[in-house]
């Protein structure tokens, strides 16, 4: 139900805006229990947005946190397949999202069978499945809110800039130069929109942070969060449905020590 009074809209404004105000204070009151909300950025795909997501919502979970997770790439819905999960939720019901090993899970491809039946979704479309989601899902109470964003800066990362109040993104980025430029050009643009820039991850990294990644941290005045080196076990896991901080123990300590940076 719409509650916002349009007395409490800046008068003058255009209708689009006003709509998009609108929207908002509807996210607002559905997620009114969920405290922070986290995304994992970068303009570069494949650099392991999805990866870190799944392991630094599961690394909360493991730290007694209630944790959300979910799955904002709406082109390429990659969550579920890494963890295996394939429930659909009814469209038409008020989105009731299943939950696997403590972290509720919250994806586009449990709307419609992607791999079937792909979708070639359009901006209006993004934005709508985007907002029902933030506004119909039953997201309850928890602590923190992770969101795998899609690469690119496109409608979906935009319209979750435009629509939450994030506490900011964590924004990955491998060690070569071009992966550290990219990463640069995504978290100036965030910052240009207002979101604030948590910390830089190397993924895919050597053990220490590269020049480039370095040189991304300094580039947006933010903090190093760590490296998660290149590791076969984030494929095969991905392959299996594992998830690799429960799986693995080394593994899991180098997402807490990351997330113990994010913590607030
Ligand atoms: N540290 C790592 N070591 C080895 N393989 C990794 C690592 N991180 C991610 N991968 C693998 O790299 C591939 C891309 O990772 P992922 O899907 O997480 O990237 P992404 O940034 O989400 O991609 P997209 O931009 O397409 O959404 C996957 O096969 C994943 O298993
Ligand atoms: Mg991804």
């Known amino acids: 139900m719409d509650t916002t009074s349009p007395q409490e809209l800046p008068k003058g404004a255009h209708p689009s805006f006003l709509n998009v105000l ?125 969101l795998d964003l899609s690469p690119g800066t496109s409608d979906a990362p935009l319209t979750i800039m435009q629509l939450l109040d994030l506490d900011g993104f964590v924004i990955v980025t491998t060690p070569q130069k071009i992966a550290g430029m990219n990463s640069i050009r995504s978290g100036l643009m965030a910052k240009r929109l207002g979101v604030h820039i948590l910390g830089v991850v190397e993924n895919m990294s050597a053990g220490e942070p590269s020049q480039s990644t370095l040189d991304v941290v300094a580039a947006l005045g933010t903090e190093f969060l760590g490296c998660v080196k290149r590791d076969q076990r984030f494929d095969t896991s991905g392959d299996s449905g594992a998830v690799p901080v429960s799986a693995y123990e080394d593994i899991k300590m180098i997402f807490e020590d990351i997330v113990k940076k994010l913590i607030v």
């Open 22 to 146: 609108k929207a908002k204070e509807r996210v607002k009151q559905n997620m009114a229990n969920v405290k922070h909300k986290i995304g994992v950025y970068s303009a570069k795909g494949g650099v392991g947005k999805t990866t870190l997501s799944i392991n630094i919502a599961y690394a909360l979970s493991k730290m007694g946190y209630k944790v959300g997770l979910l799955d904002a790439d709406i082109d390429c819905p990659n969550v579920t397949m890494f963890l295996g999960i394939d429930e659909k939720i009814d469209p038409h019901a008020p989105l009731k999202l299943p939950v696997k090993e403590g972290v509720k899970i919250a994806s586009t491809a449990m709307l419609v069978d992607e791999i079937k039946r792909p979708i070639i979704w359009r901006g209006p479309l993004i934005t709508k499945m985007l907002s029902d989601f933030f506004e119909h899902a039953d997201w309850g109470a928890l602590d923190y809110l992770v």
